[in-house]
């Protein structure tokens, strides 16, 4: 009796949780366009990755392929958040036919070529501008 | 429209792989097999060939032209036509479809659904396998100058290559790289994990083996898409131990050397802790020929260590080369970490995603006295001490280490002890029979 009512109500268990997972997977993906998301938790169709996309798609026709790039963005407020690194491995998923690395890299003032200035509002020495892009700043990197 | 070419592309590579691996059975097929089952056998054979073949492209520098792809994959077709067989049994399909596959089927189609909309993409797939199929698709091959760039430590540069390349292969034969498209190897993968659950579960009883086969359907979808699992590399590892199952079920012989070697090469490809579960699912079947026969057969040692040792030693050698190592993979082993790793590892456990369906990894050790499937439980014991081992010594912040890895990480081992558990109650079930 118990070698089949443990699997039965195994079964039972896994029915309800799969339908509550599709339900939650419905229901978050109606409400994606409203998702208050951090960077971190981004999913496609959330409007602040659109936003991000938007800048990037603008950046692909200013510069030539397998330039180097430094992507500067906010942080976030939470430090465990890490807001502004999830979004330069967001920049660099949507550039990857560029370097991108973050600001913050020890490399970045030797190799930059390019800096993405997503809302970070930078104001460097060695920066030009090089276009006021959607929701971004694309400035060419003076050499050292 | 791109999508459906895209989607096209990857499906026509997937059916290519089989047809390759296919060309081997007389050495991969046991007598039994059912086809299902020999079509995850031939799949998982077929990557690895295309694995090795991308490979040496890479090491002649060679670049990935896709017409030189698709003439490469044709003539290794043609060639292994030549590799002498032994006429494998025919296979049936199945026609004894029951109620568990209809309900694993349904879970793994709304798990496609989901997957192919993106919303239940896994994160890594932006920061690990997806960003490096799409860029090796731009480069043509494996850029290891790329991956050695200092900045790239986050893509994780030394890990082995097989899911990328496969991304970059069907995205290089459907001329784009479309992340919707790419979903359907997660799929892929989801079914080949259903077709060898299915195989392993023939011993079961009838009813036990459906139900085994539904629960073990719709956890695989509500963890995919609870914890956003659609394109990791995580679903390769759970279809390499699951494929070497019916070959761990049964006495040793030839072909279940051949599936259980196979299968640990694929692993070994698929990801970084692939190369340890290899070495723990070879050693195992090893070991069980040499308890059966008193003495060490080489020639199985050989067809066991093989193709993971083939996958292994090149993908070291580029590690090295390259100096893709990263050293927070290793450190020295600190016992004192356990006020912190354990109360990660109840709070992993409880991870919403897996409804307490985690719970079931405890199945390795609690299946260990059960003889018919005790090398399956073995090997589930022996990658899940590794993992804890892992915590133990990496040189990183290890509670979120812990509580970013553990519930994916036993997503390797669920599915098999799924069916070892439902193995080792029709076994209870035959020896409490009278006579």
Redesign the interface.
């Known amino acids: 009796m118990l070698?089949?009512a443990i699997?039965?109500l195994?079964?039972v268990?896994?029915?309800v949780?799969?339908s509550?997972?599709?339900s939650?997977?419905l229901k978050?993906?109606d409400q994606?366009v409203t998702s208050p998301r951090g960077p971190?938790?981004w999913?496609?169709?959330n409007p602040q990755l659109e936003r991000l996309t938007a800048c990037l798609d603008d950046v692909r026709g200013q510069v030539p392929p397998g330039s180097v790039l430094v992507f500067a963005s906010p942080s976030a407020q939470e430090t465990t958040e890490r807001a502004a690194f999830f979004r330069t491995?967001?920049a660099?998923?949507l550039l990857?036919?560029h370097?991108v690395?973050?600001i913050d890299?020890?490399?970045a003032p030797r190799v930059a070529e390019y800096v993405i200035d997503y809302r970070a509002g930078l104001d460097l020495p060695r920066l030009e501008l090089l276009a006021q892009l959607r929701g971004c700043r694309l400035f060419k990197v003076r050499p050292l | 429209m791109i999508a459906v070419i895209a989607g096209s592309a990857v499906l026509a590579l997937a059916v290519a792989l089989a047809v390759l691996g296919s060309r081997f059975s007389g050495a991969l097929v046991h007598a039994g097999d059912s086809a299902p089952h020999r079509g995850v056998v031939y799949g998982l054979a077929g990557a690895l060939v295309v694995h090795l073949l991308l490979t040496a492209l890479d090491a002649l520098g060679i670049s990935w032209h896709p017409l030189l792809l698709a003439i490469l994959l044709a003539a290794a077709i043609g060639l292994a036509h030549f590799v002498p067989p032994r006429a494998a049994e025919p296979a049936r399909l199945p026609s004894d479809l029951g109620w568990g596959d209809a309900?694993a089927l349904f879970?793994l189609l709304?798990f496609t659904c989901?997957a192919l909309?993106?919303?239940?993409?896994t994160?890594d797939f932006?920061?690990h396998w997806?960003?490096k199929g799409?860029?090796f698709?731009?480069h043509r091959g494996v850029d290891y100058a790329?991956l050695a760039?200092?900045?790239n430590w986050?893509l994780h540069p030394d890990y082995p290559n097989l899911l990328p390349e496969l991304f970059a292969t069907s995205a290089l034969l459907g001329g784009k790289?479309e992340?919707h498209a790419q979903m359907l190897w997660t799929s892929i993968f989801f079914l080949l994990m259903l077709a060898s659950a299915r195989e392993g579960l023939r011993i079961a009883d009838r009813?036990?083996g459906q139900?085994?086969l539904?629960?073990l359907g719709?956890?695989a979808?509500?963890f995919g898409?609870?914890h956003?699992m659609a394109g990791a590399a995580d679903w390769l590892m759970a279809a390499a131990f699951l494929a070497a199952v019916p070959a761990l079920l049964r006495p040793p012989d030839r072909a279940g050397d051949w599936q259980v070697g196979i299968a640990a090469g694929f692993a070994a490809a698929a990801k970084i802790e692939g190369a340890p579960f290899a070495l723990v699912l070879a050693a195992t079947q090893l070991l069980r020929r040499v308890l059966a026969e008193r003495r060490l057969d080489w020639r199985a040692a050989l067809r066991l260590g093989l193709p993971a040792a083939a996958v292994g030693a090149p993908w070291l050698l580029r590690v090295f080369r390259h100096h893709l190592f990263l050293g927070s993979n290793s450190g020295p082993f600190d016992f004192s970490r356990a006020d912190v790793i354990l109360p990660a590892l109840a709070e992993a456990l409880a991870d919403p995603?897996w409804?307490?369906?985690s719970l079931l990894v405890l199945l390795g050790p609690a299946l260990l006295p059960v003889r018919r499937v005790r090398p399956v439980a073995a090997v589930a014991t022996l990658q899940l001490l590794f993992y804890l081992y892992v915590y133990f010594t990496a040189p990183v912040e290890t509670r979120y280490y812990v509580l970013t890895s553990f519930a994916r990480l036993i997503f390797h081992l669920i599915p098999a002890l799924l069916v070892a558990g439902?193995v080792a109650?029709a076994e209870?079930?035959r020896s409490a029979l009278p006579g």
């Open positions: 070698r089949k699997p039965a195994l079964l268990w896994c029915t949780s799969f509550l997972e599709m939650t997977a978050e993906w994606r971190r938790s999913r496609f169709g491995r967001w660099a998923y990857p036919e370097e690395l973050p890299d020890p490399a | 309900l879970a709304v989901t909309t993106l919303w239940t993409m994160p932006i920061y997806g960003i799409s860029r698709f731009l790329w760039r200092p900045w986050v790289f992340p009813w036990a139900a085994a539904a629960i719709l956890t979808a509500l898409m609870g956003l995603a409804h307490g369906l439902a109650v209870k079930r």
